[in-house]
Structures are given as structure tokens and as C-alpha cells.
């Protein structure tokens, strides 16, 4: 799962992504989804939950810095520890 509005209005590729899906399909695991979310707590929430509901594992990257936008060390906290 990646986290950024600039990933979702195309500022940014989603290079993380494509090189976490390579590397892991090369080691012959299944990638079932690319999940990509804005900086919204609700939608990465969503988003967090759809991914964790295809996947029994999930990695995430994106909006962890130190900006007034990057919620996701909060959302990630309140939806896995519910």
C-alpha cells in the first residue's frame, strides 16, 4: 500500500510499488493488490483495511515524514490495534 496525494494526482510515479511487486514476485510470491491512498486519515484507513482483506501480508510505504500531512503513523495504529 503506498500513501500520497502526489502519487494519486501523478506528480510522483509510484516507484516503490513497482519495485516491492518485482522483487516479491520474483521470489515466487503472489502480489494481490496495489493499493494506493491519499493523505486523508479516513481513506488511508479504507485502504488499509481493503489491502489487509486481500493479503495476508501487507506493506506499506509513503507518509511517514515529518510534514503536517503524513497521518499515517496514527491511522495505522487505530486500525490495527482495534
Not at 510515479?13 to 519495485?19: E, G, I, L, S, V
Not at 510534514?67 to 496514527?74: I, P
Request: with cysteine; charged share 20%.
Amino acid at each position: 500500500m503506498s500513501t500520497g496525494s502526489e502519487i494519486l494526482q501523478g506528480l510522483y510515479a509510484d516507484t516503490n510499488a513497482r519495485f516491492l511487486a518485482e522483487r516479491l514476485s520474483a521470489i515466487g510470491l503472489e502480489v494481490t493488490a496495489i493499493v494506493a491512498a491519499p493523505d486523508d486519515p479516513r481513506k488511508v484507513a479504507d485502504a488499509l483495511r481493503f489491502a489487509a482483506s486481500v493479503a495476508d501480508v501487507v506493506l506499506c510505504s509513503g507518509g511517514l515524514g515529518p510534514t503536517a500531512d503524513d497521518v499515517n503513523r496514527h491511522v495505522f495504529a487505530q486500525v490495527l490495534w482495534m
